[in-house]
């Protein structure tokens, strides 16, 4: 790969990172404001973008967040394909190299969402978690389809608890080089307030699936705004999804970290 390729990926990387980090601070800002009482919503990442449109100058700024979330897709691929981080082709390798695949799918549907939203001006969140009762639906009526269901549940779950893990050990901290000393203190414990929380979103998202699957009843799943309810009905509903939703900014400012201080290289 020439050095003109490699400082473009580079770049799409970094703005990937910024744009992604924004929509989580604004996921979790709404869904914040929405547990604290004082307006918001419990906000997936698609009704984020939505809400940018709304703000000032906010078609230029959604057009720009359309164009980081595609190039923190195409960063995801390059990963995938280029084995940047050398996971290696055994099977733990493969496995990890074909979930920055995903990633990559994921956030270039993302992309395609802002876009949709800014060539339709209209809102295009839909209702929450309509797309996971459509997956499931479509599942369940495929022969073994209840356990494919389960297996992608159990697989978030996975997923979850190996963000709960970045949390709890800060192991995320190897990826970003040359942290203020200043800020170190704060900015890791923005990290892990934010891989915990997403952990106990996945965690909680997986759980549903496997709910839905076990009661063949695709209206059981969903995806963030239905882990977002299912926290606000617990016990401490509104003080848990407060505190989730906080950690999700937390997130949305590592990110930001990673964009300056990550060591992002192609081989």
Not at 41 to 60: H, I, M, R
Not at 240 to 258: D, K, N, R, S, T
């Amino acid at each position: 790969m020439n050095q003109q390729r490699k400082h473009w990926i580079e770049s799409f990387a970094k703005a990937g990172y910024i744009a992604k980090g924004f929509v989580y601070i604004l996921v979790g800002a709404l869904t914040a404001m929405a547990a604290f009482g004082i307006g918001g919503k419990k906000a997936s990442s698609s009704d984020a973008l939505t809400q940018v449109k709304d703000f000032p100058a906010g078609g230029l700024l959604l057009s720009i967040l359309a164009v980081g979330l595609v190039g923190y897709s195409i960063w995801r691929f390059v990963q995938a394909i280029h084995d940047t981080e050398h996971k290696g082709s055994n099977a733990k390798g493969i496995g990890k190299r074909l979930a920055y695949a995903f990633s990559g799918l994921i956030y270039g549907s993302l992309a395609f969402a802002a876009f949709k939203i800014l060539s339709s001006g209209g809102n295009n969140s839909g209702e929450g978690g309509s797309k996971e009762k459509d997956l499931v639906s479509g599942l369940l009526d495929q022969p073994f389809g209840k356990w494919l269901v389960i297996i992608i549940g159990l697989i978030t779950i996975g997923n979850g608890i190996r963000q709960l893990i970045k949390g709890t050990t800060a192991s995320f901290m190897k990826d970003v080089r040359g942290l203020p000393r200043d800020r170190f203190d704060v900015l890791k414990k923005a990290g892990q307030a934010g891989f915990t929380a997403r952990g106990v979103v996945f965690s909680i998202i997986g759980f549903l699936f496997v709910r839905a699957a076990w009661l063949q009843n695709p209206q059981e799943a969903g995806g963030t705004q239905s882990a977002f309810s299912f926290l606000q009905t617990s016990p401490f509903g509104n003080v848990l999804l407060a505190v989730v939703a906080l950690g999700l900014i937390g997130y949305g400012v590592f990110m930001f970290v990673q964009a300056k201080y990550s060591d992002i290289s192609i081989n």
